[in-house]
């Protein structure tokens, strides 16, 4: 039979553990919500500015936001990344000013915790 300070110790550990577990899984949890061109889709010409709005549903913390431009055929011509703070249940629109490259047809956007 195994002692009482075996036994709580080894409750101890189990805690800690799964109390370590926890605070790995509270980080920020982003979705984007919304992507949205200035003056429309068929403005994917020349300075543009791009607009993504993301949603936290997790703890505060950094997310990394991503722009990909593709062609016609699915092929990535311009990628680009901001990292921005966001709060537990925050919603923000994050802006990318960019060069368009010409080819460009479609616009995805994509968000994950930094």
Same mark, same amino acid.
């Given at each position: 039979?195994?002692?009482?300070?075996?036994?709580?110790?080894?409750?101890?550990?189990?805690?800690?553990?799964?109390?370590?577990?926890?605070?790995?899984l509270?980080?920020?949890?982003?979705?984007?919500?919304?992507t949205?061109?200035?003056?429309?889709?068929?403005?994917?010409?020349? !300075?543009?500015?791009?607009? +993504? %709005?993301?949603?936290? =549903?997790?703890?505060? @913390? *950094?997310?990394? /936001?991503?722009?990909?431009?593709?062609?016609?055929?699915?092929?990535?011509?311009?990628?680009e990344?901001?990292?921005?703070?966001?709060?537990? !249940?925050?919603?923000?629109? +994050? %802006?990318?000013?960019? =060069?368009?490259?010409? @080819? *460009?047809?479609? /616009?995805?956007?994509?968000?994950?915790?930094?």
């Open positions: 039979m195994p002692s009482r300070r075996a036994v709580v110790g080894g409750v101890g550990v189990t805690l800690a553990t799964g109390l370590a577990g926890c605070s790995a509270s980080g920020p949890e982003p979705t984007v919500v919304d949205e061109v200035d003056e429309g889709i068929d403005a994917l010409i020349g !300075d543009t500015d791009i607009f +993504v %709005t993301v949603r936290n =549903d997790g703890a505060a @913390g *950094t997310v990394s /936001v991503t722009l990909e431009l593709l062609d016609g055929e699915g092929t990535v011509l311009l990628d990344t901001q990292t921005t703070d966001m709060d537990a !249940d925050e919603r923000k629109r +994050v %802006t990318f000013s960019v =060069d368009v490259p010409e @080819g *460009t047809e479609d /616009v995805r956007a994509s968000a994950s915790a930094a």
